[in-house]
């Protein structure tokens, strides 16, 4: 079915739009069935799952950190993370740089935007978010790469708030990519769109789209 699933999505998706195949909850085998298919992007959301993951399958996997992300959990997967998706304080951004410097490297980190009616989901306001960019702080991180914007929208039925929530996303990208192009050249990636709404997060300006239960089935949390 893995195999199936994919053709399908990547029927669906344009050739700008880039997969993060979300495997948290699925098997060492689930996840050597989308490799074999020819994925090479995946996405955990647990630090220690990731980790776990990790050492146990190919090296050329590019290994996405999609989750909530704890300050003290950061130097497990700095040492090989290629993309953080859900940075959503200024404190966690300091420390990913610090452990980043120790291991010798720069981490790609993508700014998680709150856009979503649920007040559990994460990230920065609108308001934050322009607050930090425009500080400077960022450009004294030396061991991070800021390289777009993430955002969840509302789990509902009304695609029209969906809809709404990704297009201001969206603007807010534009603006940011704009009017920082000197101080954030590698700011092009807007990671939006899960399961359920990715079609239309496409539709609304997404360049990356984070896929679990569509490709591998219903996750059984245990
Ligand atoms: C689990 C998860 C996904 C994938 O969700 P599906 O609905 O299974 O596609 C995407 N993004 C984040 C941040 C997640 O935690």
């Known amino acids: 079915m893995i195999t199936e699933n994919l053709s399908q999505i990547r029927q669906d998706l344009p050739e700008h739009v880039k997969l993060v195949c979300v495997s948290k909850f699925h098997s060492i085998n ?3 069935e ?6 090479r992007i995946f996405g955990e959301s647990k630090v220690q799952e990731l980790a776990s993951k990790q050492e146990q399958l190919p090296a050329d996997i ?8 704890q300050s003290n959990k950061v130097k497990y997967i700095v040492p090989f993370v290629l993309l953080i998706h859900g940075v959503d304080s200024l404190k966690l951004l300091q420390e990913i740089d610090k452990q980043a410097q ?18 559990t989901k994460f990230g920065f306001s609108e308001e934050e978010l322009l607050q930090v960019v425009k500080s400077g702080v960022l450009g004294e991180l030396k061991h991070i790469i800021i390289c777009g914007l993430m955002g969840m929208a ?8 969906v809809r709404a929530e990704f297009s201001s996303l969206k603007s807010l990208f534009d603006r940011i990519k704009e009017q920082n192009s000197e101080t954030l050249p590698d700011f092009n990636i807007l990671s939006m769109g899960m399961s359920d709404d990715y079609s239309i997060a496409v539709e609304e300006g ?3 789209v984070r896929i679990g ?3 591998f089935g219903q996750r059984v949390y245990t």
Do not use: P
Request: proline content about 0%.
């Open 34 to 39: 989308a490799y074999t298919a020819g994925e």
């Open 102 to 119: 120790k291991a010798s490297r720069k981490v790609n980190c993508l700014l998680q935007v709150h856009i979503a009616l649920e007040e």
């Open 62 to 69: 590019e290994w996405h950190f999609i989750g909530h992300l």
């Open 206 to 208: 997404s360049t990356m």
């Open 30 to 32: 689930e996840i050597m």
């Open 213 to 215: 239960s569509k490709i």
């Open 154 to 161: 509302t789990f509902t039925d009304n695609t029209e708030q």
